[in-house]
């Protein structure tokens, strides 16, 4: 009886539309890591343009700058996050880390039956 | 400032692989509403053979039996919910419901600055 049963959320984010959700956040650390939106993109197989459209939407519908370009350089210019990028993604990794924690707590109860039958 | 920022939870289950989500739910409380699973695929503009699959899928990975099907009659055969999956939709709902309200509790704590700011 070695199968269990587990749960995974998904928390998304939304002003008058989705603006915020794990995707935007894997690609924003990323960028962290890599320091450019160009090598993240291509780290996650997504096209350049569908990462910048990801991002600026964000930054539209949250009303805030994400990501600081810098253009030019050896390496065709580089990316970093703005000190409210940074805060956004630790308000979400906090936010889904302290649901995950509640739910770790209350799952056994409501799913006890069917835990118990696999 | 008549915008806001809000989030969405969404809870899936998995056993070795995903087992039960949001769509599950659905199509379980359409069946609970319209006794039928042709009925409810069909208010859920889901191909029948689509809901058949996800619901055997489910029933396979959580070992137990989610529907009562009765064949023939006028309106060709129905199906009511067993014990165990309206006890499964109640264990889910109450888990989505807790970890929500949970949710409200610390969310303007996690996302003030971003709250302000819109």
Known sequence: MDKKITY???VRLFT???CFGPGVAMLLRRVQELHSLRAAAADLSMAYSKAWTILKNAERLMNCK??????GGKHGGGATLTEEAVALLDAYDGFCRELNAFGEEIFEEKFGRFIEKL
């Open 8 to 10: 995974k959320l998904t």
């Open 16 to 18: 008058e539309e989705k």
């Open 66 to 71: 994400l990501l600081i370009s810098s253009a």
